[in-house]
């Protein structure tokens, strides 16, 4: 088995993985600002780390995985505006939202999940160490931190401070207000000051709400620790809440915050950044009204993690395409046999251990360790269906189809066979066609045809109501 490879945004290059505390992994990773549906940008982040979790603990690793929401931030006030509602209300129901989708996807529940609105004490105690070790300062309500304070800041982005002041000036311009209160164009906010009647909390600085990059350096250090194993989110990330993160947290704690930053890339429209402010996100919601949940996350994984993923419905109907080739290789036994598979999982596993399937699982493994390189471990599965199918032997088969379901787990993939289920509006345009049926067999005085219709469909449940003018309804009893 090879080692793990991950590539670390920090050194821009592939580095052999080595957690801080032996087999123990602390991964945190950004969460959704929940102010509106998630999309699918927000599935292939979740779907990503959701990937790497899986993985690792199937790798032997103890990991600890924690994603943060964001339940207060200038967008959730101003959609709350929208609504005549109160910001904690779009919070609450967005919030809801994304659990709700995260579930439907088959994405694991974090270890932890801490809110933004639950940290505001430790947000202050963070904000005033800074202040007192000289990286930060009030000024009129508002408190910043002092870039120039952190020589290493622009390290994520690979941009020196002298570079990257020349184009925060021309910015400063157009933010006159804020350039009067800063130091610098480069300065951040770590609390922001709120006028009265506007949602805030009172600290020692003024009213106001924390700033975004803040939370999440406190929820880490808070949770996991001064420092993690794994950082992950969005490629949009890096610069510059992720790069803030590190200035704060590391002129505070004197310590990396994280030994490895992975970065998963953006979804594209025509070539565009799917994006709420864009209007042009397909929401998860959308979606899953046409694609399976295993279809969506077989797309996303199909591509590198840290590669474009380009958004066509031409692209996702292929993959529900593809997508029935494992299906059908994972369920492609007769009721007999997959009672065996069930009640005979250790002769599955016995035969799991042959020569052939060694040199799948390490195929697979090959390609995971490769900086959970999933466009290859799909490969491997479809390799694995393409043997199931070529079988005549039922314990080969048995044991290609215990690898395949094995393989595609660790991946999140089901693989369970939807094919036959009925959404709500087929159902009823069924049980019309039925109750016709029974209705011109009625007419026709062919009341064995009528009956025999009306008693099935007690046995299943359903009670058929005879109405005025030879009509019927129907009812789940």
Known sequence: MSPLQIHNTLSNKKELFTPINGKTV???????????????????SAITWDMVVRYLRFSG???????????????????????????????????????????ALNIGLPDFEPRATEYLSQMIAFIDQLIKAGHAYASE???????????????????????????????????????????SPLDFALWKGAAAGETGWQTP???????????????????????????????DLVFPHNENE???????????????????????????????????????????????PDTIRLFILQTHYRSPLEFTAESLQAVKNGLQRLIRAANGVSQDDA????????????????EELRKVGAAFAEAMDNDFNTAEAVAVLYGL???????????????????????????GLTLEDTSQNLDSATSQEIMSLVLQIRQEAR??????????????????????????????????S
Not at 173 to 183: A, G, I, M, T
Not at 207 to 234: Q, Y
Not at 444 to 469: P, Q
């Open 385 to 411: 269906a393409d043997q199931i199918n070529t079988t005549a032997e039922i314990e080969k088969r048995l044991s290609h189809i215990y690898a395949l379901q094995l393989y595609a787990g660790v991946l």
């Open 141 to 183: 309500g508002d408190v910043y931190f002092d870039v120039s304070s952190f020589k290493e800041y622009g390290k994520l982005k690979k941009q020196r401070l002298e570079d990257m002041l020349v184009g925060a000036r021309d910015l400063a311009v157009s933010q006159q207000d804020l350039q009067e209160r800063k130091k």
């Open 26 to 44: 602390k991964i945190y990773a950004c969460g959704p600002t929940v102010y509106d549906l998630s999309h699918l940008g927000h599935a292939r």
């Open 443 to 476: 007419a026709k005085k062919d009341y064995a045809t009528s009956d025999l219709i009306r008693n099935k469909l007690g046995a299943l449940g359903i009670n058929v109501m005879d109405t005025a003018g030879n009509g019927a309804a129907w009812e789940r």
């Open 61 to 103: 690793y103890d990991v600890i995985f924690t994603r943060n929401i964001t339940d207060i931030d200038d967008k959730i006030i101003n959609r709350a505006k929208e609504l005549g509602i109160r910001p904690e209300q779009v919070a609450r129901e967005y919030t809801f939202g994304y659990w709700r989708d995260m579930k």
């Open 246 to 292: 590190i200035a704060q947290s590391e002129a505070l704690h004197k310590k990396p915050l994280a030994r490895y930053w992975m970065h998963n890339g953006m979804v594209n429209i025509d070539a565009e950044k799917m994006s709420k402010s864009l209007g042009n996100f397909k929401t998860i919601q959308d979606l899953l009204q046409t694609y399976s």
């Open 205 to 235: 600085w003024g009213f106001g709400r924390p700033g975004w990059h803040l939370e999440c350096s406190t929820m880490i250090a808070d949770v996991l620790g001064d420092t993690i194993d794994i950082h992950g989110g969005g490629e």
């Open 339 to 354: 009672e065996k598979l069930a009640s005979q999982m250790q002769v599955a596993e016995s035969a799991f251990t042959k």
